[in-house]
């Protein structure tokens, strides 16, 4: 009989629903207007295996490639919790660390003409060279993150330094033609440890300053300025505004002076 069981139409109006350009626009907007990082759901933001970033990770990679309300309330939740944790200081750790992350720009694009083959070359010999200098100015590599990384000193300057080395180091390097530029961030804070992993606001916010940077370019938060006492490092300070960092926070591009 007509009218019998579930409507053939139902999925399709969840779909629309779902991809509606004002309903997205709402969701987004209402993001901005909660807690937290506004912008959680990108590679680096989701990286680490705690629950909450699992949690992230799995929505974001639901709906990649296409525009979702779901995703963003989805993400919207985990916003809320992460930035009631910090509140609450169950996202701090004990002792201040200095925060690098790095990554190519424009390598998807790259690897994808490349191919796979000279794709991993590529990322090994740029994994080779940030390790090495992570190691030499006495830091740690918490994790890699496809053609980037990400690491912790206890020293700013030690952080700095190898930032620069890094940026040398990549631009030294070739692959049939291509030469890849390396951008960095670097912020200080107390992120928390769990296991060998670090979370929490600080980590996000030397994630934002590093997705800032331009080709071949380090950027430092004020913090870490202030903790880098070296004639040898030029800082100049750079506009910066990002969705999920302090709205006073200074950032600086440094290079050898």
Known sequence: ?????????????LREADSSPRVLRAARWLRELLP?????GDPLSTAGDEPQQLVARRIAEAAAGRPSVARELGLGAVQVFQALSEAQGRGRGERELAILFTDLVDFSSWALVAGDEAAVGLVRSVGKVGETAVFQHG?????RLGDGLMAVFDDAGGAVAAALDMRHG????SVDG?????????????PRKIG???IGVDVNVAARVAGAADAGEVLVSGPVRDRVASDAIA???????AKGAPKELEVYAVDIA
């Open 1 to 13: 009989m007509a009218g019998d069981g579930p409507s053939p139409r139902g999925p399709a109006r």
């Open 36 to 40: 937290g990082d506004s912008e959680l």
């Open 139 to 143: 830091g740690r590599v918490v994790k």
């Open 170 to 173: 990549v631009a030294a390097l």
């Open 178 to 190: 291509y030469v890849p530029q390396l951008r960095a961030g670097v912020h200080t804070g107390r």
């Open 196 to 198: 060998g992993d670090y």
């Open 235 to 241: 800082f100049k300070r750079r506009r910066f505004r």
